[in-house]
């Protein structure tokens, strides 16, 4: 039997909004969940198992991801070595499940499906996760955060709609979050002479439903990264990597930029100092110790911002903390574990609108980014599928990577795609 079996749950943020047993995801959501289901694999740790929706979907991505080779059988022979070594199921075993993220819907299905208690976390356990992952947390750390020179950050946990009215008129324009959100939904940018009843209305059910609404300025952001961590009981928090990412307009997620840590340190630095990011790091090693103890253990990621400000640039050191599994960090040890450390690239989340764009994608990538693989067994440039893609296909996770080396242009992010 496998030690541990992996879990793609993206549904963490909104079940923990819900906080019952018997949340149901969107269909939209459910959807992701079944296109995405194979993407643990890709971080597993070898002699372990990943979750799937059914079997059909490892046998489509293991086809193509021989199809990426190009009919080389030298590409395919340095592939297959590269390859993870975990394991599939579409069962449900009884044994330690390692979940995007834990939540009362999720145990109560592990516990439906057979699961043996000794597995699951309890209910006190979870309760605890919830409490850690709400944005109000950001309020305990980021005070202390804040005495770092080259640093900047606001916000403010409003309970009732009078207090959330009140700081609106005071500031006159907003970003408004639901304390358990993600990926840029349960946001709301809105403004003094904008406000109205049916965006009171929405904060009024934040509200009502979550106990808090989260208030903060409008920064005039340069970039978006974070710093992503590793929390084990034993052995406190240590720094697992950073993470450079983009966002939409709306502050939904797009995409992560493959580059070594090194590299994305070197482009943060062109707008602030060595010293401002590491001294950023250092104290959040501490306080996230402080603010977690032994109550978690997993993956976690702080959400920072690069802010313009009269004369330079700032760090915002704590926009959020995803107390979860998040795709920067599978990003970060994507390329760790199989990029060569000259090359660079894009780690995409694709959402297509329309049944067969998927598979068109697919096609057009697998002509115009051909796969080469270094001497080293290193990924150096092309397409790779991380995800099966068929017609029925909406969601992808795919990596396109350049061997070109690494483009930087001062005050902006550069990459080749």
Request: overall charge negative; proline content about 4%.
């Amino acid at each position: 039997m496998f030690p541990n079996v992996y879990l793609f749950n993206p549904d963490y943020d909104m079940a923990m909004a819900n906080f019952t047993p018997y949340y149901k995801s969107p269909a939209e959501i459910m959807r992701m969940i079944a296109d995405l289901s194979v993407l643990p694999w890709w971080f597993a740790e070898e002699g372990n198992c990943v979750k799937v929706e059914n079997m059909a979907l490892v046998s489509l991505l293991q086809k193509q991801l021989r199809e990426v080779c190009g009919g080389s059988m030298e590409v395919e022979r340095r592939l297959d070595e590269l390859l993870p070594r975990a394991a599939w199921t579409a069962e449900w075993p009884s044994v330690r499940y390692i979940p995007w993220g834990w939540t009362p819907a999720l145990v109560h299905r592990l516990r439906q499906e057979g699961v043996e208690e000794c597995f699951l976390p309890s209910e006190e356990a979870v309760r605890r996760f919830r409490f850690l992952s709400s944005r109000q947390r950001c309020l305990e750390v980021l005070p202390e955060l804040l005495k770092i020179d080259g640093t900047c950050g606001e916000m403010k946990a409003c309970v009732s709609l009078s207090e959330l009215e009140a700081f609106l008129q005071e500031r006159g324009e907003l970003v408004l979050k639901a304390p358990w959100s993600g990926s840029g939904r349960g946001l709301l940018k809105v403004s003094s002479t904008s406000w109205n009843t049916q965006l009171a209305g929405w904060a009024a059910r934040i509200l009502r439903v979550q106990g808090a609404v989260m208030a903060e300025p409008i920064y005039d952001k340069a970039v978006d990264f974070a710093m992503e961590f590793y929390a084990e009981k034993q052995n406190g928090v240590r720094f697992a990597g950073y993470s450079l990412f983009e966002t939409d307009a709306h502050g939904n997620y797009k995409l992560n930029l493959l580059l070594s840590n090194t590299e994305i340190e070197n482009r943060l630095a062109v707008y602030v100092s060595r010293e401002v990011l590491h001294e950023v790091r250092t104290c959040l090693l501490s306080a996230l110790q402080r603010l977690l103890k032994d109550d978690y253990e997993g993956y976690l990621g702080v959400d920072m911002m690069i802010c313009r400000v009269a004369g330079g640039y700032v760090v915002h050191p704590c926009v959020e903390i995803n107390l979860r599994m998040n795709m920067g960090v599978v990003s970060r040890l994507f390329f760790d574990r199989y990029v060569s450390p000259s090359s660079s690239g894009q780690y995409v989340v694709e959402h297509y609108a329309a049944e067969g764009e998927a598979l068109e994608n697919h096609h057009r990538c697998l002509s115009a980014y051909p796969l080469k693989i270094a001497q080293d067994g290193r990924i150096l440039q092309g397409y790779l599928p991380l995800t099966p893609v068929q017609a029925t296909t909406h969601y992808q996770v795919y990596v396109v990577l350049s061997d070109a080396g690494v483009q930087r242009e001062s005050g902006s992010i550069k990459y080749f795609v």
